[in-house]
């Protein structure tokens, strides 16, 4: 089957669901789901919806030009195009807790998961001999105060090198920055602590939203600001 899922986040303002509802219908696409979260403390929505585009009128190209021109730029969106016959790529983030990598390695490998893993990345190297076995490249960018912004920069010259969708939070304790978040609206997920695990959660606080294959984003910018205001994973 082969769909088209739209991510969508911007300011919120009357109307959008609404706008962009009637600009897939104008197109003759058929809308089978739609998931949609207003975030009041920043007045931001967020979108997921997904059609058939089996008798769309418009080509994947020019479908993201139209959208781009007609939708994302007066309404200030950001917003990002899948397709349901293409795999996500995802990018697991992991410190040296192992049994939530373990985990989603080895469902991968069931076949469980519809996903491709391209890359693992920590700030550790404890986890490293997990990625071997799995034959998952692994990197590695141990982070200070000071080096942060550095290899926050290079953890995103390299998710974009690898054509990453997706970031899957697995147990990683390291603490984003906004800009770095940014980058990925709508587009981290975070996988929940082993129920055995003693302290606090890290994505106890979050906010579940919509991403492009249906699984949460839990949204951090609420977290303490720890870290000159970044985010706990």
Known sequence: THNAILLISCPDQAGLVSLVAEFIRRHNGNIIYLDQHVDPEHSAFFMRI????????LSDGELSTRFQEDIATPMKMHWKLHYSDQHPRVAIFATRESH?????????????????????????????????????????????????????????????????????????????????????????????????QRGPDPC??????????????????????????????
Request: hydrophobic share 30%; glycine share 4%.
């Open 50 to 57: 997904e059609w058939e585009l089996e008798n769309f009128k």
């Open 100 to 196: 939530c990598l373990y985990d989603l390695l080895s469902r991968h490998q069931a076949g469980e998961l519809d996903v491709d893993i391209p890359l693992i990345i920590s700030n550790r190297e404890d986890l490293r001999g997990a990625a071997e076995r799995f034959e998952v490249p692994f990197a590695h960018f141990p982070i200070t105060a000071e080096s942060k912004p550095a290899q926050e920069a290079k953890e995103l010259e390299l998710l974009r090198e690898h054509q990453i969708d997706t970031l899957v939070l697995a147990r990683n304790m390291q603490i984003l920055s906004d800009s770095f978040v940014s980058q990925y609206p709508e587009q981290i997920t975070c996988r929940h602590r082993h129920h055995k």
């Open 204 to 233: 106890q606080e979050g906010r579940s939203m919509p991403t492009a294959h249906g699984e949460p984003h839990t949204d951090t910018r609420d977290r303490d600001d720890r870290d000159a205001g970044g985010h706990q994973w």
